[in-house]
């Protein structure tokens, strides 16, 4: 992986993935291909991002086998009616040119419970037994919502928790939640849009260590025990990223990360849940 040991996968999950969402059209073809050529093998899709069909293609043309590469995708909220989550996830299991997805997700629990938990979760597990998926999980639960999952599917079949966690946004009592039931919690938005690679704290780190500000980032919430999905779009960026898994804070390190924690949310679209204070 780009000269570096990849750290140990976290609930059978890549600790180090790529997040894909904005990869469309054969420029983000040709990025993906980039970041299997230096070692990604965990890609990040979505059925809303659009990029299934090109992690599908990215992969097949790689060179790499099929068992080789971790491919997440999720299923979107339009989808969580009964009988069309399914559909759905064979639906994207045929773009991506797959026959089982390696993770899949709930992305967004429904607004308001306008669809229960009941209805969709049930067939979610019901697709993993089917083997249209070897793991499933969730994305941006809250703490009571993966409470009501758990009660419902069994907290040793969801493999994750997809939710924003940067410096700014550390999420400790719903981490610490998620670690009580022993899911593990997937960092999206990683590096909180780049703010990481210019705050102060973090380029002094990055300074002593040798590395940048944004791996600095990455590198403690693997210290964490977090998986990482960022997102990068050139090479050297990509090639960055993955440098992370050499980089070793200290316990000073992480405490001053750790005092950087503000509460500032980036993703919070209307159709949010309430979240965790």
């Not at 629990?109 to 249209?132: N, T, V, W, Y």
Request: aromatic share 4%; proline share 5%; with cysteine.
């Amino acid at each position: 992986m780009s000269g570096s040991a990849a750290p140990a996968a976290v609930s059978g999950i890549p600790t180090f993935g790529l997040g894909t969402y904005g990869r469309t059209g054969p420029d983000g073809l040709a990025s993906l291909r980039e970041a299997l050529s230096l070692g990604y093998r965990h890609l990040d899709t979505a059925q809303s991002y659009n990029t299934e069909a090109n992690v599908g293609r990215a992969v097949r043309e790689s060179g790499l086998a099929r068992e080789e590469v971790f491919i997440t995708t999720k299923i979107a909220d339009s989808n969580l009616g009964r009988g069309r989550l399914t559909a759905s996830l064979r639906e994207s299991l045929s773009a991506l040119g797959v026959e089982r997805a390696d993770l899949t997700l709930i992305h967004w629990p429904s607004q308001h419970d306008k669809i229960p938990m009941q209805d969709f979760l049930p067939e979610l597990l019901r697709a993993k037994r089917d083997g249209l998926t070897r793991l499933i999980g969730v994305s941006n639960f809250t703490i009571a919502l993966l409470a009501r999952a758990a009660e419902i599917v069994g907290a040793e079949e969801i493999a994750t928790n997809q939710v924003e966690v940067h410096p700014y946004l550390q999420n400790r009592k719903l981490r610490a939640f998620s670690d009580s039931l022993g899911v593990a919690t997937t960092a999206y938005m990683p590096l909180a849009r780049g703010r990481v690679s210019t705050d102060p704290v973090m380029m002094e780190i990055g300074a002593r260590r040798g590395c940048t500000g944004a791996q600095a980032s990455l590198a403690w919430l693997v210290a964490n025990g977090m998986i990482v999905i960022p997102s990068a779009r050139g090479r050297a960026h990509m090639a960055s990223n993955l440098g992370a898994a050499d980089v070793a804070l200290t316990p000073a390190d992480i405490a001053a990360i750790d005092a950087l924690d503000c509460g500032a949310r980036i993703i919070d679209p209307p159709m949010a849940p309430d979240w965790d204070a």
